[in-house]
């Protein structure tokens, strides 16, 4: 009848009535109040129930409206953000291989760093609060497409399509790695024995550092790769021959000062404290530090290298000072470092492997104060 939805008696008698029809559905109708066993529906909850309130019409304690799952969260967007967008780094010109020798990338570990890498992450940091710079947490997320840009490069540039290194007219008890440097037999027998000798000091030097590890906040990582390959030796020996024909033979090898090495490996936050007390800890053992040089402003090497001498042997070493996760960029730029070195390597795939040295590096988390440590001499 007209008017009668002005009536609250009218209203509320028709309500009363659609009730009265509703309960005489059979159960599971759409529109009964009565699931299918008998049940009764829980009450409906009215469209006004769902409304969030408007900015201005928030609690008196001024707690904002609950988040939405359909809204973008800004800090999930945050850290998609970093591992999706490059730090930006200083591109100094690309030092010659030979003449960077400090920040030799030889490796000290298996190449199979997997385990590393999980221990690692189940110390994932928080987010740091400047989104600009890469932390813990995004390098950890960003290391798997890392990876795949390394097995994507491969690809493009197969090692097994390289012609063999010939070594048909060398002559007997000479030396040809797998870059294509050689050594006169000569000169590969004098390498040899020096090898020897090296070999003897690295246990006498060993069990000096391990005495170090045992006090430091870090951990000697890779100890087992320790004294270097013969061949990778030999393949630096004959690099300086073939600018340096006159050299001395045991004045070159001497010159190698990573024929022994080893890697402290810190946490991110005691990293700048645990390396400054883990080099007064080298020099009470009875080592002189010959040069420590800081690469954490290198666009494509994070860390800092050392060189030391034994007091007792004579002999020279090397000490890699990392963050756990320079130690894995480290790792996983390996390849492409001995790619540079071998001469066979073209200049096109040379700018592609230093482009991706750098793509890692702008990714690793810069510990606080790590730049500031000084250089020696």
């Given at each position: 009848m007209a008017g009668q939805q002005d009536r609250p008696g009218a209203v509320e008698t028709a309500s009363g009535d659609l009730a009265q029809r509703m309960e005489r559905l059979p159960p599971g109708h759409p529109s009964s109040p009565y699931d299918e066993d008998g049940a009764r529906k829980p009450p409906v909850t009215r469209p006004a129930d769902r409304e969030l309130p408007l900015p201005d019409e928030r609690d008196a304690d001024g707690e904002p409206a609950p988040h939405r799952p359909d809204e973008p969260d800004q800090r999930s967007l945050d850290t998609d953000d970093l591992?999706?967008?490059?730090?930006?780094?200083?591109?100094?010109?690309?030092?010659?291989?030979?003449?960077?020798?400090?920040?030799?990338?030889?490796?000290?570990?298996n190449?199979?760093?997997?385990?590393?890498?999980?221990?690692?992450?189940?110390?994932?940091?928080?987010?740091?609060?400047?989104a600009s710079r890469p932390d813990s947490r995004s390098w950890w997320q960003v290391l798997p497409r890392l990876k795949?840009?390394?097995?994507?490069?491969?690809?493009?540039?197969?090692?097994?399509?390289?012609?063999?290194?010939?070594?048909?007219?060398?002559?007997?008890?000479?030396?040809?790695?797998?870059?294509?440097?050689?050594?006169?037999?000569?000169?590969?027998a004098q390498v040899d024995g020096r090898c020897d000798r090296?070999?003897?000091?690295?246990?006498?030097?060993?069990?000096?550092?391990?005495?170090?590890?045992?006090?430091?906040?870090?951990?000697?990582?890779?100890?087992?790769?320790?004294?270097?390959?013969?061949?990778?030796?030999?393949?630096?020996?004959?690099t300086d021959l073939a600018t340096n024909i006159d050299a001395d033979i045991d004045e070159v090898v001497s010159a190698v000062h990573d024929g022994v090495r080893y890697t402290l490996r810190y946490e991110h936050t005691e990293y700048t404290s645990g390396l400054q007390a883990d080099v007064a800890r080298m020099k009470d053992q009875g080592f002189e530090l010959i040069r420590l040089k800081?690469?954490?402003?290198?666009?494509?090497?994070?860390?800092?290298?050392?060189?030391w001498r034994d007091g007792e042997s004579g002999q020279a070493f090397e000490m890699q000072f990392h963050t756990r996760e320079s130690f894995e960029a480290k790792q996983i730029t390996h390849k492409a470092y001995e790619r540079l070195?071998?001469?066979?390597?073209?200049?096109?795939?040379?700018?592609?492997?230093?482009?991706?040295?750098?793509?890692?590096?702008?990714?690793?988390?810069?510990?606080i104060d790590a730049q500031d440590i000084p250089e020696y001499p």
């Open positions: 591992t999706k967008e490059s730090a930006e780094s200083p591109e100094p010109p690309w030092p010659e291989v030979t003449g960077h020798e400090i920040a030799d990338r030889e490796t000290q570990t190449e199979d760093s997997g385990a590393d890498a999980d221990d690692s992450a189940a110390r994932i940091e928080p987010t740091s609060p400047d795949e840009q390394w097995e994507h490069h491969k690809e493009r540039w197969p090692q097994e399509q390289r012609p063999p290194v010939d070594r048909s007219t060398d002559e007997p008890g000479s030396w040809r790695g797998d870059s294509g440097r050689a050594l006169s037999a000569r000169d590969n090296i070999a003897k000091a690295e246990a006498l030097i060993t069990s000096r550092v391990e005495d170090t590890e045992r006090g430091s906040r870090g951990d000697l990582a890779g100890k087992e790769f320790r004294l270097k390959e013969r061949d990778r030796l030999k393949d630096k020996v004959a800081n690469l954490w402003n290198d666009a494509e090497y994070k860390g800092i290298n050392s060189q070195r071998n001469l066979q390597t073209t200049d096109d795939e040379s700018g592609e492997l230093r482009d991706y040295q750098r793509e890692v590096s702008s990714k690793i988390p810069i510990p």
